[in-house]
């Protein structure tokens, strides 16, 4: 598309994972990265696509990532910008309706009051555009409360054990759980992964889409779209691999 004639390479779109491929969890980008990424998009399309919404991804990315990323994928593209303007959006209450979803809540909320963990803190379901994410600590602890949880749950398996009693009891609701991050899972229709965010670049037609990603394993949330068969997918485990693999691949 004509967009993109300014680049080196046209038909080349790099697609991003946000924590802990471009950032560390839930962190702000270092200068290092920030500078990579204007110096690869001389050369290619960037893009990035996280499970996060878009004010999270503000504050790890820059208050201008939507127009410092050609595409912009919040919410694995549920919520998407494309050279700063925003393409549709899905909503995740109109899919699955009131009814429905108050039971969904009702039975996490009820689950959660009865587990057992060390602390509690606030905001445990987040209603989002296109997904709920539940958090049995409650999205509103501190880093280091975040951390605990992370190292807790390796390993008393709290969050597998939560996934598979809503996959168990909400079996009749196509829903897909997703373990993105430290303290939370994303809950959100089958199919709405990261390879949702594919269908807003479609149109153009671009030849070789790179994935760059640290969840990549299966059950991990960037496994769809990393094994997705028009996807050249690479797997990294933190930022510093992903500079490294960068530069060899581009010749940065
Ligand atoms: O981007 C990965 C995940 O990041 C956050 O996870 P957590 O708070 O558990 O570390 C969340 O925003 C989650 O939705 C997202 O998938």
Redesign the pocket.
């Known amino acids: 598309m004509a967009d993109w004639q300014d680049r080196e390479h046209p038909d080349t779109i790099v697609l991003f ?3 802990g491929t471009l950032t560390p ?2 962190r702000a980008v270092t200068p290092e990265v920030a500078e990579l990424l204007k110096v690869l998009k001389k050369k290619v399309v960037i893009g990035f696509v ?4 878009i004010s ?1 991804q503000q504050e790890q990315l820059g208050p201008n990532v939507i127009n410092e990323f050609d595409f912009a994928f919040s919410e694995n593209g549920l919520t998407a910008y494309r050279l700063g303007k925003q393409l549709a959006s899905q909503s995740f209450i109109g899919w699955i309706g009131e009814e429905k979803y108050k039971k969904l809540a009702n039975f996490i909320l009820k689950y959660i009051v009865d587990l057992d963990i060390p602390k509690k803190r606030g905001t445990f379901i987040e209603f989002r555009s296109g ?1 709920i ?1 539940v ?1 049995p600590i409650g ?1 509103n602890c501190s880093i280091e409360e ?1 951390n605990e949880f992370e190292a807790y749950d390796k390993i008393h398996n709290i969050r597998p054990k939560f996934v598979q009693t809503l996959k168990d009891a909400f079996s009749d609701y196509s829903l897909t759980y ?1 373990i ?7 809950v959100f229709p089958t199919g709405w992964d990261k390879t949702y965010c594919l269908k807003h670049i479609e149109a153009e037609r671009f030849k070789t889409i790179h994935f760059f990603g640290d969840k990549t394993y299966e059950g991990g ?1 960037d496994y769809e779209i990393y094994t997705h068969p028009e996807i050249t997918g690479h797997s990294v485990k933190n930022p510093d691999e992903t500079i490294k693999k960068l530069k060899e691949l581009f010749n940065i």
């Open positions: 994972d946000v924590d969890a839930r996280g499970g996060s919404d999270k997904m994410n958090s999205r975040r997703s993105g991050g430290q303290i939370s899972f994303d949330n």
